[in-house]
């Protein structure tokens, strides 16, 4: 069992950064590929970003390709989500993800957090 915690949600203006952490319970943490996810007000949860269990692999959505980075920490079981040149459109709840597969960008993890709120003004 894994128990997912994001922080540093907030609420930042047109242009700015913000980022998010995600730390995870356990001692396999190592071994899981993560995912952030984002769901807006009446939207269905999308895909952000992915990263394999060593860091080397990534992926990212179209939306957020060159202002988003991915990153993670296995020593502190914690993965990373900097996010900059944010847009009012990137307003959402931000959750974190993890499975011991490769399932990105599908939403077929096996466990997620509670999420936490970005808020972008214009």
């Known amino acids: 069992q894994v128990q997912l915690v994001e922080s540093g949600g907030g609420l930042v203006q047109a242009g700015g950064s913000l980022r998010l952490s995600c730390v995870a319970s356990?001692?396999?943490?190592?071994?899981?590929?993560m995912g952030w996810f984002r769901q807006a007000p009446g939207k269905e949860r999308e895909f952000v970003a992915a990263i394999n269990w060593s860091g080397v692999r990534t992926n990212y959505a179209d939306s957020v390709k060159g202002r988003f980075t991915i990153s993670r920490d296995n020593a502190k079981n914690t993965v990373y989500l900097q996010m900059n040149s944010l847009k009012p459109e990137d307003t959402a709840v931000y959750y974190c993800a993890a499975d011991s597969a490769w399932v990105a960008p599908t939403t077929r993890y096996a466990y997620w957090g509670q999420g936490t709120q970005v808020t972008v003004s214009s």
């Open positions: 356990g001692r396999t943490f190592s071994s899981y590929a």
